[in-house]
């Protein structure tokens, strides 16, 4: 199974609200990565775990956080949500010995109101 | 910073005729990979070609690119364009080698519509 599962594909929230965002994947990929995408904008990347190691990006560090529990599983929280996080946020994970196979899911359509 | 400029927009075509998709990108990364993804409605993006090697064609279901370092482009051709080919095409770039390929800089995405 070489799918990257997201949940929910879409979702509402209000302003001030958390929000989380769920990413899972089978293919035992030590590396899991958070885009964003807005229209009319490349998909920019937040941040990404290597292993237990996270790395997020220098513009978005104080906006999103993320965490990893285990090897499958890794989410995106936004602590209090402004109507700019409406967006498609997309979860993608690689291994380090495969490193130019990289797999997206499906995203997530997040609406702040 | 690394960017990647693309088409712009929607490109339309009549099936069989040939696509070509531009994509330059700027990085002060010697070695960059670059890569097509496509992107299908209600899909994934998907790797569809990626390239490191200056001057080298790379070919995948139909689809072709050449990396050019001297001119710092990576265009996606196609010699007869088919309905299945409609979909969002970006061209991504990453300078970190083969350890954080993941760790991407995508362009805007071309829409590719192809009528019958």
């Known amino acids: 199974d070489t799918t990257v599962k997201q949940n929910p594909r879409y979702k509402l929230a209000r302003v001030g609200k958390p929000v989380n965002l769920i990413c899972s994947q089978t293919?035992?990929?030590?590396?899991m990565y958070w885009y964003q995408k807005k229209p009319n904008q490349a998909p920019k990347l937040l941040l990404f775990?290597?292993?237990?190691?996270?790395?997020r990006e220098a513009d978005t560090f104080e906006k999103f956080q993320s965490s990893r529990p285990n090897n499958s599983f890794c989410s995106l929280y936004i602590g209090s949500a402004g109507l700019e996080y409406s967006a498609m946020y997309l979860c993608?994970?690689?291994?380090?010995?495969?490193?130019?196979?990289?797999?997206f899911g499906k995203g997530t359509r997040l609406t702040v109101v | 910073g690394d960017s990647v400029t693309q088409t712009e927009g929607l490109v339309t075509l009549t099936e069989g005729l040939p696509v070509m998709l531009n994509c330059t990108y700027q990085?002060?990364?010697?070695?960059?990979?670059l890569f097509w993804y496509v992107q299908h409605l209600n899909e994934s993006p998907r790797l569809l070609l990626k390239?490191?090697?200056?001057?080298k064609r790379t070919e995948h279901q139909g689809f072709h690119a050449t990396l050019h370092k001297s001119s710092s482009s990576f265009h996606l051709q196609k010699s007869s364009a088919q309905l299945s080919d409609s979909a969002l095409y970006y061209c991504?770039?990453?300078?970190?080698?083969?350890?954080?390929?993941?760790?991407?800089?995508f362009g805007r995405g071309t829409r590719l519509q192809v009528y019958a």
């Open positions: 993608a994970s690689s291994r380090r010995d495969r490193a130019t196979e990289v797999f």
């Open positions: 293919m035992n990929h030590d590396t």
């Open positions: 775990y290597y292993d237990k190691i996270l790395n």
């Open positions: 990085t002060i990364y010697s070695n960059p990979f």
């Open positions: 390239s490191f090697t200056d001057n």
């Open positions: 991504a770039l990453s300078d970190k080698g083969t350890q954080v390929v993941g760790q991407l800089t």
